[in-house]
């Protein structure tokens, strides 16, 4: 089965198709410190969760994408082949749940749970955060109808603003600190979709008897349809 890892997007969403039934597709992800070494905040004041999509999955309305954040357990190992039907341990209860408007790109997660664990994690290296936090699972929610992509390879496409007080500073200077998943080694997906309908095969499904839809063997480590 082909890998859902290094690859340049990872998906968040679902969405039913008449011929594949619900199709949900969730993201685990490893943190990592973008160009610093130490978390070195006393206290976290604002954290926030920036997230550009650059694509959407499905061509059904929808006013937004409902997904909880919760944590991995499990280390994702560099040198596992996860792929569509992988998955590691997290924490039954969310960091925080999000309900995420297509047009939104940063979104506020003050008095989460999730604050509260980062505020446990501050003054550790990036070694040390990495031992105590395995990271993180983006899971859909509710009845979203639509899968976003976002680019993982970049700081623009994902990443947690942290910004806080350093010590031994006065309280009107303020820190930022962004955490990412550019590592392309430690990051999957995993979709989850009916196949009992799905025929052997790329391509399998005449377009004129699926309303001019091909099939998709990309990004997703699956097949799937979308609509160009």
Same mark, same amino acid.
């Given at each position: 089965?082909?890998?859902?890892?290094? #690859?340049?997007?990872?998906?968040?969403?679902?969405?039913?198709?008449?011929?594949?039934?619900?199709?949900?597709?969730?993201?685990?992800?490893? %943190?990592?410190?973008?160009?610093?070494?130490?978390?070195?905040?006393?206290?976290?004041?604002?954290?926030?969760?920036?997230? #550009?999509?650059?694509?959407? *999955?499905? &061509?059904?309305?929808?006013?937004?994408?409902?997904? &909880?954040?919760?944590?991995?357990? #499990?280390?994702?190992?560099?040198?596992?082949?996860?792929?569509?039907?992988?998955?590691?341990?997290? %924490?039954?209860?969310?960091?925080?749940? *999000?309900?995420?408007?297509?047009?939104?790109?940063?979104?506020?997660?003050?008095?989460?749970?999730?604050?509260?664990?980062?505020?446990?994690?501050?003054?550790?290296?990036?070694?040390?955060?990495?031992?105590?936090?395995?990271?993180?699972?983006?899971?859909?929610?509710?009845?979203?109808?639509?899968?976003?992509?976002?680019?993982?390879?970049?700081?623009?496409?994902?990443?947690?603003?942290?910004?806080?007080?350093?010590?031994?500073?006065?309280?009107?200077?303020?820190?930022?600190?962004?955490?990412?998943?550019?590592?392309?080694? #430690?990051?999957?997906?995993?979709?989850?979709?009916?196949?009992?309908?799905?025929?052997?095969?790329?391509?399998?499904?005449?377009?004129?008897?699926?309303?001019?839809?091909?099939?998709?063997? &990309?990004?997703?480590?699956?097949?799937?349809?979308?609509?160009?």
């Amino acid at each position: 089965m082909p890998s859902t890892k290094n #690859q340049n997007h990872l998906l968040l969403g679902k969405f039913k198709d008449d011929v594949l039934g619900e199709v949900s597709a969730s993201a685990y992800a490893e %943190l990592s410190f973008s160009g610093f070494d130490t978390l070195n905040l006393d206290r976290i004041t604002s954290i926030s969760m920036n997230l #550009q999509r650059d694509f959407i *999955i499905t &061509d059904a309305a929808s006013k937004s994408l409902k997904f &909880d954040v919760l944590e991995v357990i #499990q280390e994702i190992h560099s040198d596992t082949n996860y792929n569509s039907t992988s998955s590691v341990s997290i %924490l039954p209860d969310p960091l925080v749940s *999000i309900n995420l408007a297509k047009d939104v790109i940063s979104i506020p997660l003050n008095g989460s749970i999730l604050k509260s664990k980062f505020e446990s994690l501050l003054r550790l290296s990036e070694k040390d955060f990495k031992l105590k936090f395995k990271g993180i699972k983006l899971e859909p929610t509710g009845d979203s109808s639509f899968v976003i992509g976002f680019n993982s390879n970049t700081i623009s496409g994902f990443t947690f603003t942290i910004t806080g007080h350093k010590p031994n500073t006065p309280d009107s200077v303020a820190k930022s600190y962004n955490l990412n998943i550019t590592n392309k080694s #430690q990051r999957f997906n995993n979709v989850s979709y009916d196949i009992s309908k799905f025929p052997s095969g790329i391509n399998a499904w005449p377009l004129v008897n699926t309303n001019n839809k091909g099939i998709m063997n &990309d990004v997703l480590g699956i097949r799937t349809r979308i609509s160009f």
